[in-house]
């Protein structure tokens, strides 16, 4: 069974910078498209960025040119960098596949305020 854990969120003010982590336990994930995710309070849970087992990436276009995701399938982990945020970024971030096949992990509280 694959656990993920999601890491490196916190508070940062309007343009500022977070890379968050999402490591994976339990099965190699390196055949796997894996995806970010994110859910806003009220809200439900959105698309944010995908990348493919080949290194092949796609963006939500409220993220695109600022959000960049990449993977290291050596340590199982999945990354996000995210500059230029913005309030309307706050959210609870997670990952998992496209189809969400893992169980969703506690996810990492991303939270843009001056």
């Known amino acids: 069974q694959v656990q993920l854990v999601e890491s490196g969120g916190g508070l940062v003010q309007p343009g500022g910078s977070l890379r968050l982590s999402c490591a994976a336990s339990?099965?190699?994930?390196?055949?796997?498209?894996m995806g970010w995710f994110r859910q806003a309070p009220g809200k439900e849970r959105e698309f944010v960025a995908i990348?493919?087992?080949?290194?092949?990436?796609n963006y939500a276009d409220s993220v695109k040119g600022r959000f960049t995701i990449s993977r290291d399938n050596a340590k199982n982990t999945l990354y996000l960098q995210m500059n230029s945020l913005k309030p309307e970024d706050t959210a609870a971030y997670y990952c998992?596949?496209?189809?969400?096949?893992?169980?969703w992990g506690p996810g990492t509280q991303v939270t843009v305020s001056s």
């Open positions: 990348i493919n087992w080949s290194g092949t990436t």
């Open positions: 998992n596949t496209p189809a969400g096949s893992f169980p």
């Open positions: 339990g099965r190699t994930f390196s055949t796997y498209a």
